[in-house]
T-cell receptor, first 117, second 114 residues
Framework: AQTVTQSQPEMSVQEAETVTLSCTYD???????LFWYKQPPSRQMILVIR??????QNATENRFSVNFQKAAKSFSLKISDSQLGDTAMYFC??????????????FGKGTKLSVIP | NAGVTQTPKFQVLKTGQSMTLQCAQD?????MSWYRQDPGMGLRLIHY???????DQGEVPNGYNVSRSTTEDFPLRLLSAAPSQTSVYFC?????????????FGPGTRLTVL
C-alpha cells in the first residue's frame, strides 16, 4: 500500500519570503504521479503542481516548484515570494497502481501554512 | 461545465438517521470517489467507482454505501449515522487509467452527527 507522509503539521512564513513543505512517500511502483493540492479556507481543493515520476526535471508553476528526489522518495514543495493568498492547508498526494486495475490517489495528512504580513 | 457538484453543503443529523450525499459530474469521467476529511488525518478514501455499475471499497468504507447507476452520479449513503461520521466529505472525479488525469473535487459537504 502507498503511504504519504507530511512531517510538518504547521508552518509559517513571512510575506515575500520562501518556504519549503516536505513530503515523503512509499511505493513499490516505478511509474506514478505526485501532486500538491492547496485547500484554502473556502475548503475547495485546488491542484497546485504535479510531477511524473519518469521525468527527472522538477516541475515548476510560477512561484511554485518541487524538489523531486526519486531515490529518496521525497517530493517537497517550494513557494517563492509568499503571498497572503497562499495561506492554506497543503496536501501532498501520490497516484499509483493499487491492484485490480485501479489507480488510487493517496494523501498525506496536510501542512497548514500561514503567511504572515 | 459545472465540474463536480455536491449537495447539500451542510447537514446536521441525529444518531441513527439516514441520508444520501449527492455527487454529480458533467465531464464524462469514468472514475469517481468519495473522501472524508478529518482534522489531522488528511483525506481518506471511502469508496470509489471506475465506471457505471462498478464500485469498490477504499480505506474507510464501514458505515457507507455507494452505487453508480450512471456515469454522472455517485451518491454516498449513510444508513444509520453515527457521531464518528462527523466530517467533511469530498466527491472527486477524473479520467481512468495510469496516465495523468487531473482529479477534480467538489466543494465538500460538512456533516455533523449529534
Amino acid at each position: 500500500a502507498q503511504t504519504v507522509t507530511q512531517s510538518q503539521p504547521e508552518m509559517s512564513v513571512q510575506e515575500a519570503e520562501t518556504v519549503t513543505l516536505s513530503c515523503t512517500y512509499d511505493t513499490s511502483e516505478n511509474n506514478y504521479y505526485l501532486f500538491w493540492y492547496k485547500q484554502p479556507p473556502s475548503r475547495q481543493m485546488i491542484l497546485v503542481i504535479r510531477q511524473e515520476a519518469y521525468k527527472q526535471q522538477n516541475a515548476t508553476e510560477n512561484r511554485f516548484s518541487v524538489n523531486f528526489q526519486k531515490a529518496a522518495k521525497s517530493f517537497s514543495l517550494k513557494i517563492s515570494d509568499s503571498q497572503l493568498g497562499d495561506t492554506a492547508m497543503y496536501f501532498c498526494a501520490q497516484k499509483a497502481y493499487s491492484g485490480a486495475g485501479s489507480y488510487q490517489l493517496t494523501f498525506g495528512k496536510g501542512t497548514k501554512l500561514s503567511v504572515i504580513p | 461545465n459545472a465540474g463536480v457538484t455536491q449537495t447539500p453543503k451542510f447537514q446536521v443529523l441525529k444518531t441513527g438517521q439516514s441520508m444520501t450525499l449527492q455527487c454529480a459530474q458533467d465531464m464524462n469521467h469514468e472514475y469517481m470517489s468519495w473522501y472524508r476529511q478529518d482534522p489531522g488525518m488528511g483525506l481518506r478514501l471511502i469508496h470509489y467507482s471506475v465506471g457505471a455499475g462498478i464500485t469498490d471499497q477504499g480505506e474507510v468504507p464501514n458505515g457507507y454505501n455507494v452505487s453508480r447507476s450512471t456515469t454522472e452520479d455517485f451518491p454516498l449513503r449513510l444508513l444509520s449515522a453515527a457521531p464518528s461520521q462527523t466530517s467533511v466529505y469530498f466527491c472527486a472525479s477524473r479520467g481512468a487509467g495510469p496516465t495523468y488525469n487531473e482529479q477534480f473535487f467538489g466543494p465538500g459537504t460538512r456533516l455533523t452527527v449529534l
